[in-house]
């Protein structure tokens, strides 16, 4: 790449698009370890595990719901760091906020769900940080643009 390449075709999103493949490679992750366990369990998608009553120690549904649980939180947090990096948000901010998200997912799904019983001390660090970043991300990104609504 020429270093005129910049003037033609700008930059966008460098921080958010940098921090796409440690999450994209962890989803990878959590993906192939959903599929692993269905092999090893020999069970398909019409089969997949349910806890029983007082059983919290499937290890199908804890993959299950480490992948799902990854997909339901991540995707808002990128469209919210990607909207922030738009408007001109801090580096520093946008960095420590998607690296804080990386750890907290990792937390909350190998020393959480994974656990036995679904009761390791990741999951409620993963749950309380992801939420913490999420709003936070949302409130730094409203007041970027907060002259916009000077009314």
Known sequence: ??????????????????FALPFSIYHLFLQVRVTFTRMALQKSLETSSKPSS?????????????????????????????????NGGSKIVLVAALGALFVFRIAHAEFGLMVKGYGGVGRPIGFFGTAGVTVGLAGYGAWLVRDYWDL
């Open 1 to 18: 790449m020429s270093a005129t390449a910049p003037l033609l075709h700008p930059m966008l999103l460098p921080i958010t698009s940098s």
């Open 54 to 86: 007082g059983n919290n120690d499937d290890p199908l549904l804890a993959a299950f719901r480490s992948q799902g649980n990854f997909v339901e939180n991540v995707p808002l947090v990128f469209i919210l760091a990607g909207a922030v990096e738009l």
